[in-house]
């Protein structure tokens, strides 16, 4: 059985940093690429960022370039979103996602609430 387990979510003030992990499980973890989505009440979920199998290949949302940097440790089945530079409009739930044999995955997600 797939699962993620995202962590590090909190409040943070404007400008302040945090570092989500995700902990995957169940599948072949450094086998596939991860992503970071998130999501506001009320709105779709915003991809946010993606790296590749081995950690070589990233990119990211226009709004998140330049503060966020995602990296992965195979041998420890977890990514991560290193968050710099909060922002208020940064605020919501965020997801690691993968997609295994066509089927997309979700964890249950962490907040993240940038505010004063």
């Known amino acids: 059985e797939v699962q993620l387990v995202e962590s590090g979510g909190g409040l943070v003030q404007p400008g302040g940093s945090l570092r989500l992990s995700c902990a995957a499980s169940?599948?072949?973890?450094?086998?596939?690429?991860m992503s970071w989505v998130r999501q506001v009440p009320g709105k779709g979920p915003e991809w946010v960022s993606r790296?590749?199998?081995?950690?070589?290949?990233?990119k990211y949302t226009d709004s998140v370039k330049g503060r966020f940097r995602v990296s992965r440790d195979n041998a420890k089945n977890t990514v991560y979103l290193q968050m710099n530079s909060l922002k208020p409009e940064d605020t919501a739930v965020y997801f690691c996602?993968?997609?295994?044999?066509?089927?997309?995955?979700w964890g249950q997600g962490t907040q993240v609430t940038v505010s004063s």
């Open positions: 790296i590749n199998t081995g950690g070589s290949t990233t």
């Open positions: 169940g599948f072949a973890f450094g086998s596939y690429d």
């Open positions: 996602q993968t997609e295994v044999r066509r089927t997309k995955y």
